[in-house]
Nanobody, 118 residues
Framework: QVQLVESGGGLVHAGGSLRLSCAAS????????MGWFRQPPGKEREFVAA????????YYADSVKGRFTISRDNAKNTVYLQMNSLKPDDTAVYYC???????????WGQGTQVTVSS
């Protein structure tokens, strides 16, 4: 059974930084492209960033490009999202998942709440 456990969220002022982590189990982690998604309050879940199985290719939503960095550690079955220059519009519950392109594959974990105050 695939499990995805996100952590690292919190409350931060605009301009601040957070680093999210997602620990995966129940799958051959190093075989999958991994992605981050977010769901702002009252809105649909949206794609944020993805990283190929090797870490050699990354891609981002335009809204976070230049501010967020996705990375992974295949030895730890963990994917990260470094978020800098945070804005109130980044407030959301953040989730990770394996992806094909920007389409999630597995069921969602519980997510981690990020709140950015102005």
């Amino acid at each position: 059974q695939v499990q995805l456990v996100e952590s690292g969220g919190g409350l931060v002022h605009a301009g601040g930084s957070l680093r999210l982590s997602c620990a995966a189990s129940g799958l051959t982690f190093s075989s999958y492209t991994m992605g981050w998604f977010r769901q702002p309050p009252g809105k649909e879940r949206e794609f944020v960033a993805a990283i190929s199985w090797s870490g050699g290719t990354t891609y981002y939503a335009d809204s976070v490009k230049g501010r967020f960095t996705i990375s992974r550690d295949n030895a730890k079955n963990t994917v990260y999202l470094q978020m800098n220059s945070l804005k109130p519009d980044d407030t959301a519950v953040y989730y990770c998942n394996t992806v094909r392109g920007t389409t999630p594959i597995w069921s969602w974990g519980q997510g981690t709440q990020v709140t950015v105050s102005s």
